[in-house]
């Protein structure tokens, strides 16, 4: 398979994975952050395909994204949607894995690129995964929070949540 073909195919792969993981956390606000992903993933998958068809497109990073880390502002609303779903620290966890393996891709395809255009949607793409990871690693870190933490009343040195 092409490398192009691949990109392609792991885009879209991601996009399908994000949308199942969705459904299935649908009672709880997270599962706007998996549409959100899935939406972008389908984005860059499009990118490659027009870029691979050699049609014009624009690198334009989407910002909807980002802006819902405000889901983290209010932190005992997102703990109480978490409550319902055990195994969401896991399901972070494979959804970095799959973020960390799109970044060695477009590192690994920019530094390959043969010219400037195919280097800066490979940049592009790259920067975008890298935004994923770390916004999949907040909600880790905030959902697997309960596992790491044990705090007793009688000492007071809190870490900042």
Known sequence: MEIMQFAIAMEKDG??????QADKN??????VVFRLLAADEARHADLLQRMQE?????????NRL?????LFSNAEDFHAAVAAVPDQA?????????????IELYGDLKNKASDDVS??????????EQK??????????????PNEWVESAEFGIREEY
């Open 132 to 145: 994923h990871f770390t916004i999949l690693e907040e909600i880790f870190r905030h959902v697997n929070r």
């Open 90 to 102: 896991e399901l972070y966890q494979a959804a970095q894995e799959k973020e960390r393996q799109s």
């Open 66 to 70: 980002t802006q819902q880390m405000d």
């Open 119 to 128: 280097r800066a949607l490979f940049a592009f793409l790259l920067k975008e």
């Open 26 to 31: 649908g009672d709880n606000a997270l599962s």
């Open 54 to 62: 050699d049609v014009a497109y624009e690198l334009e990073s989407d």
């Open 15 to 20: 996009e399908k994975y994000y949308l199942e």
